[in-house]
C-alpha cells in the first residue's frame, strides 16, 4: 500500500525523535575523553572542569589538577590587572562587572572577592557624595529661583509664565526640604557639621516646619558644643607674662606632628602603589601603621598592597615555573627570590628555591667532573 505524502511528513519528525539522531552523539565528545575537559578550559568553566575530575578518575590525575590551578591563577592574575587599570581611570562599573564576571566563573574560594568589596565600597561612597552634592545644588537653585521670583513680584504682577514655573517650583519643595532633612541628619550623627549645617539651613530655608527647626537646633547647639572644645583656653593663661604665651606658641604640637606624617606615608604608599613598587609600599604602609593612624585610612590601603602583592607573587611563581622548565635554573631562582622577598612566608617559593638550589649544585658537580675526566 502506498503511504499518502502528508503522513510521511507527520511521522518522520516522530520518527527522528526515537530512534535520536547518531551522527550528532558522534560529534559530541564524551565527558571521559580529555577533548572535553579541554573544552571546559577553552571557555573557563573551572567548577565544572574540577568536577569532572572529581567524578572521572581516568582524567583526575595530578598534572591535569595542576593545569586546571595555573590557569585559574592565570585568569585571576589578568582579572585584577584589568580591574585595577579600571580603577586608575576612575571606571568603578566596569571594574566591578569585570570582578563580577570572572569570580562567578571559579571555586568560592579566589583572591577576587575582597577585591570586589574595596570597589563597591568605593563606588557607594562616591554615589552618596554625588547624590548629596546634587542634592544641594539643587536646594541652592530652589532658593534661588525663589528668592528671585519674589523680588520680581514687588516690581510688578507676574506673567503667567511666572506662575507657572512658581507652581513648577512649589512641586519639589517637599521633596527638596525632606532630602535635606535627612542629609543634615545624616552629617549630624557623622559628625559632619559643615554638611549638616548647610543642609538644614537650605532646608529650613525651603520649608521651616517644627521637624526642620528641631535638626537645625541639634545642629546648632552642638556645633557650638564642639567649637568650645576646640578653643582649649583657659582662663588663667590670660593672665601669664606675655614672653611665657609666645613661647609655649611657638612648640610644636605632637598631634599636628602625628597628622603630618600620616598624610606623608598615606600619600608614600599610594604613590608606591601606583608605581608598581610594592617593596616602597611595603616600607611606607609599615611607617602609617607606627604612627598610630585609624582603621579607615589602614585597611583600604592594606586590601590594596595585599591584593597586588598576591597577584604579584603568583605571578614570579609561574615565570619561575616556565624558566625552570626550560632549563633556565637561574633566572627561576632569581623569579623565586622575588616572590620571597614580597612574600617571606612563602611556602612554595622556599621549597622551589631549594630544591633548584639542589638541582644546581648537582649539575656544577657534573660539569667538574666531566672537566677532570
Same mark, same amino acid.
Given at each position: 500500500?502506498?503511504?499518502?505524502?502528508?503522513?510521511?511528513?507527520?511521522?518522520?519528525?516522530l520518527l527522528v525523535t526515537i530512534t535520536g539522531c547518531p551522527q550528532v552523539d558522534t560529534l559530541r565528545p564524551s565527558a571521559n575523553e580529555p577533548a572535553y575537559l579541554e573544552n571546559l578550559l577553552q571557555n573557563r568553566?573551572?567548577?565544572?572542569?574540577?568536577?569532572?575530575?572529581?567524578?572521572?578518575?581516568?582524567?583526575?590525575?595530578?598534572?591535569?589538577?595542576?593545569?586546571?590551578?595555573?590557569?585559574?591563577?592565570?585568569?585571576?592574575?589578568?582579572?585584577?590587572?584589568?580591574?585595577?587599570?579600571?580603577?586608575?581611570?576612575?571606571?568603578?562599573?566596569?571594574?566591578?562587572?569585570?570582578?563580577?564576571?570572572?569570580?562567578?566563573?571559579?571555586?568560592?574560594?579566589?583572591?577576587?572577592?575582597?577585591?570586589?568589596?574595596?570597589?563597591?565600597?568605593?563606588?557607594?561612597?562616591?554615589?552618596?557624595?554625588?547624590?548629596?552634592?546634587?542634592?544641594?545644588?539643587?536646594?541652592?537653585?530652589?532658593?534661588?529661583?525663589?528668592?528671585?521670583?519674589?523680588?520680581?513680584?514687588?516690581?510688578?504682577?507676574?506673567?503667567?509664565?511666572?506662575?507657572?514655573?512658581?507652581?513648577?517650583?512649589?512641586?519639589?519643595?517637599?521633596?527638596?526640604?525632606?532630602?535635606?532633612?535627612?542629609?543634615?541628619?545624616?552629617?549630624?550623627?557623622?559628625?559632619?557639621?559643615?554638611?549638616?549645617?548647610?543642609?538644614?539651613?537650605?532646608?529650613?530655608?525651603?520649608?521651616?516646619?517644627?521637624?526642620?527647626?528641631?535638626?537645625?537646633? !541639634?545642629? %546648632?547647639?552642638?556645633? *557650638?558644643?564642639?567649637?568650645?572644645?576646640? #578653643? =582649649?583656653?583657659?582662663?588663667?593663661?590670660? @593672665? +601669664?607674662?606675655?614672653?611665657?604665651?609666645?613661647?609655649?606658641?611657638?612648640?610644636?604640637?605632637?598631634?599636628?606632628?602625628?597628622?603630618?606624617?600620616?598624610?606623608?606615608?598615606?600619600?608614600?604608599?599610594?604613590?608606591?602603589?601606583?608605581?608598581?613598587?610594592?617593596?616602597?609600599?611595603?616600607?611606607?604602609?609599615?611607617?602609617?601603621?607606627?604612627?598610630?593612624?585609624?582603621?579607615?585610612?589602614?585597611?583600604?590601603?592594606?586590601?590594596?598592597?595585599?591584593?597586588a602583592i598576591q597577584s604579584r607573587v603568583d605571578f614570579l611563581l609561574l615565570q619561575g615555573n616556565r624558566q625552570y622548565r626550560a632549563d633556565a635554573i637561574e633566572q627561576a631562582m632569581q623569579s623565586w627570590q622575588q616572590?620571597?622577598?614580597?612574600?617571606?612566608?612563602?611556602? !612554595?617559593? %622556599?621549597?622551589?628555591? *631549594?630544591?633548584?638550589?639542589?638541582?644546581? #649544585? =648537582?649539575?656544577?658537580?657534573?660539569?667538574? @667532573? +666531566?672537566?677532570?675526566?
Open positions: 500500500m502506498k503511504m499518502k505524502p502528508e503522513i510521511l511528513l507527520v511521522l518522520l519528525p568553566q573551572y567548577k565544572r572542569a574540577l568536577q569532572l575530575l572529581a567524578g572521572n578518575p581516568t582524567l583526575d590525575s595530578p598534572a591535569n589538577r595542576e593545569r586546571i590551578i595555573l590557569q585559574m591563577r592565570n585568569f585571576e592574575n589578568i582579572t585584577i590587572a584589568e580591574a585595577q587599570a579600571l580603577q586608575d581611570e576612575e571606571d568603578l562599573a566596569q571594574a566591578i562587572e569585570r570582578l563580577e564576571g570572572a569570580i562567578s566563573v571559579l571555586p568560592e574560594e579566589n583572591r577576587l572577592q575582597p577585591y570586589l568589596y574595596q570597589l563597591i565600597q568605593q563606588r557607594d561612597a562616591r554615589l552618596h557624595r554625588n547624590d548629596r552634592q546634587f542634592l544641594l545644588a539643587r536646594a541652592r537653585y530652589h532658593v534661588g529661583q525663589y528668592d528671585y521670583y519674589q523680588e520680581q513680584t514687588l516690581l510688578k504682577s507676574p506673567s503667567y509664565s511666572q506662575r507657572l514655573r512658581k507652581q513648577l517650583h512649589d512641586r519639589d519643595t517637599d521633596e527638596l526640604a525632606n532630602g535635606l532633612l535627612e542629609c543634615g541628619k545624616q552629617a549630624l550623627r557623622d559628625k559632619q557639621m559643615e554638611v549638616a549645617g548647610e543642609c538644614l539651613e537650605l532646608g529650613s530655608r525651603i520649608r521651616n516646619d517644627e521637624a526642620m527647626q528641631s535638626a537645625y537646633q !541639634e545642629w %546648632k547647639s552642638t556645633n *557650638e558644643l564642639l567649637l568650645a572644645r576646640a #578653643e =582649649k583656653t583657659p582662663a588663667v593663661r590670660k @593672665t +601669664a607674662p606675655v614672653k611665657r604665651v609666645a613661647r609655649a606658641s611657638t612648640k610644636p604640637d605632637p598631634e599636628q606632628i602625628r597628622q603630618d606624617q600620616i598624610k606623608q606615608y598615606r600619600v608614600e604608599t599610594e604613590m608606591a602603589l601606583n608605581d608598581s613598587d610594592l617593596l616602597g609600599a611595603q616600607q611606607s604602609l609599615l611607617r602609617l601603621e607606627e604612627t598610630g593612624a585609624s582603621e579607615e585610612i589602614i585597611l583600604p590601603l592594606q586590601t590594596r598592597l595585599g591584593i616572590a620571597l622577598r614580597l612574600d617571606p612566608d612563602n611556602l !612554595e617559593a %622556599k621549597e622551589r628555591l *631549594e630544591r633548584a638550589g639542589k638541582v644546581l #649544585e =648537582k649539575l656544577r658537580e657534573l660539569e667538574d @667532573t +666531566a672537566l677532570v675526566n
